[in-house]
């Protein structure tokens, strides 16, 4: 079981920059591939970032690409979503996920197993 707790979300104005992380329990946090996903009030819950278990591959929603940076550290269990250049539509809950099928897409939430509680990320215009 892993156990996954998101923190450093907050309020920015738009153009500024967060830095999420996401702290795993567990031994086997380097054999999970990692994935960001975020959901906005009142839409459905969307991937944003994902990154293998190496840290070797790593993929990004068209939406942010170019912006955030998903890292992960595995000496530390925790993953990391560097946001630049914020938007007001970069606002949403963010969660973190862990995931251990390889045969599944990473950029879908059926990827992962495990789900962090979120944390809100708020962008003003």
């Known amino acids: 079981q892993v156990q996954l707790v998101e923190s450093g979300g907050g309020l920015v104005q738009a153009g500024g920059s967060l830095r999420l992380s996401c702290a795993a329990s567990?031994?086997?946090?380097?054999?999970?591939?990692m994935g960001w996903f975020r959901q906005a009030p009142g839409k459905e819950r969307e991937f944003v970032a994902a990154?293998?278990?190496?840290?070797?591959?790593?993929y990004y929603a068209d939406s942010v690409k170019g912006r955030f940076t998903i890292s992960r550290d595995n000496a530390q269990n925790t993953v990391y979503l560097q946001m630049n250049s914020l938007k007001p539509e970069d606002t949403a809950v963010y969660y973190c996920a862990a995931g251990s099928n390889p045969y599944l897409r990473l950029t879908t939430s059926v990827a992962y197993d495990y789900w962090g509680q979120g944390t809100q990320v708020t962008v003003s215009s």
């Open positions: 990154i293998s278990w190496s840290g070797a591959n790593t």
């Open positions: 567990g031994r086997t946090f380097s054999t999970y591939a």
